[in-house]
Structure formats: C-alpha cells, structure tokens
C-alpha cells in the first residue's frame, strides 16, 4: 500500500534562513508529487507538483522541490523564509483514481 | 472566481444528530472528494465521485453517506452523528484533463464538533 512520510512535525526557523521540508514516500509506480500549503484556519493550496520531466520543480511563493526517485524522497525547500510562511505543509502523492494520499504535516513556525 | 464552496462554516451538534455538508465547485471538474483532517493525522479520504452519477468508498467511510447531486454539487451526509466526527471537513474537485485531473482544490473547511 502506498504511503506519505513527513518526518518532522514541527519546524521553527527564523525569518530570513533557508527551510527544508522532508518528505518520502511508498508507492510501486512512477508516482504524481505535491505540495500543499494551509494557513490557520483555511484550505488547502497548491504549491507545487512533480508529473514526469524535470526533478526539480517551481512553485509559488518561492517555494521548489525535488524529486529524488532513489531516495524516494520529495522534499520542499525555500532559500529565504518570511513571517507569512508560517503554516502547515502537506506532501501528497497520487496514488490513481485521481486520489491522492497525504502525509501527516509539517507545522513551519518562522520566528523575528 | 469562487472555486470550491462548502457549507456551513462551522457546526456543533448532539450525538445522534444528523446533518449533511454541502459542496459546490464551479470549474467545471468532473471528480469530486470529501476528506476529514485530524490533528496528526494528515487529510484521510471518506468518499470521492470520479464523476458525476458514481461514488466510492475512501480510506474512513463508516458512519457517512454521499450524494452527487450533478456535476457541481457533492453533499456529504452524516446520519448519527458520534464525537468520533468531530473533525474539520475539506471537500475538493479536480478534472480537466490528462495529467490535470490529478490536481485536486480545496474548499476552506467545514469545522464540526459533536457533542
């Protein structure tokens, strides 16, 4: 059965320094990766997603990952963190039937 | 452009009270989910709708039913409701086409609480 682990459950850093967030998964066949991003209290939005090509994708607000097949790992970094990246980030790998699988969340405190 | 609406905001109610979230998109897509998010636990599917007139069990579905009611509306049905509900519920909807229909959006949440 496919799986989503986000290692860390919660993050602090400080405005200004980089961030990384881990992410590996379990899945038996070339998978479809993404990023979301949920501010308190709202849904869930897009980052970020990995189809096939490039390993190491664009997103927004600055955010990129990449896509490590040996590794089975896709994590998400950003070289310069703000206050207002502050939230919760969710991997999620499509696992077909259009469903995707989620991991359990990273919670990102940025800190003065 | 409101994408995915769902209602209500926020609701509390009794074990064994019964309710029914509502859920619209207006993107035109063809398949459509319901999930509850718990602290720790990530979002877990309950039901999705690949398209309009199907549906089909997720990951948590006991203790739930599903309408598609047409392909802009999923209502998500709660019969006995139990403290065991109490969670936040997210609809989402993806389509189009190809790869496309592997990005699902997502509504901001319905918050419930069963007492």
């Known amino acids: 059965a496919q799986s989503v682990t986000q290692p860390d459950i919660h993050i602090t850093v400080s405005e200004g320094a980089s961030l990384e967030l881990r992410c590996n998964y379990s899945y038996g066949a070339t998978p479809y990766l993404f990023w979301y991003v949920q501010s308190p209290g709202q849904g869930l939005q897009l980052l970020l997603k990995?189809?096939?090509?490039?390993?190491l994708v664009q997103g927004i607000k600055g955010f990129e990952a990449e896509f490590k097949r040996s590794q089975s790992s896709f994590n998400l970094r950003k070289p310069s963190v703000h206050w207002s990246d502050a939230a919760e980030y969710f991997c999620?790998?499509?696992?077909?039937?259009?469903?995707?699988?989620f991991g359990a969340g990273t919670t990102v405190t940025v800190r003065a | 452009n409101a994408g995915v609406t769902q209602t209500p905001k926020f609701q509390v109610l009794k074990t064994g009270q019964s309710m029914t979230l509502q859920c619209a998109q207006d993107m035109n897509h063809n398949s459509m989910y319901w999930y509850r998010q718990d602290p720790g636990m990530g979002l877990r599917l309950i039901y999705y709708?690949?398209?309009?007139?199907?549906?089909d069990k997720g990951e948590v579905p006991n203790g739930y039913n599903v309408s598609r009611l047409n392909k802009r509306e999923f209502s998500l049905r709660l019969e006995s409701a139990a403290p065991s509900q109490t969670s936040v519920y997210f609809c989402?909807?993806?389509?189009?086409?190809?790869?496309?229909?592997?990005?699902?959006?997502f509504g901001a949440g319905t918050r419930l609480s069963v007492l």
């Open positions: 999620a790998v499509g696992v077909g039937d259009y469903k995707l699988s």
């Open positions: 989402a909807s993806s389509g189009l086409a190809g790869v496309a229909k592997n990005i699902q959006y």
């Open positions: 990995y189809f096939s090509g490039d390993t």
């Open positions: 709708s690949a398209s309009e007139g199907t549906t």
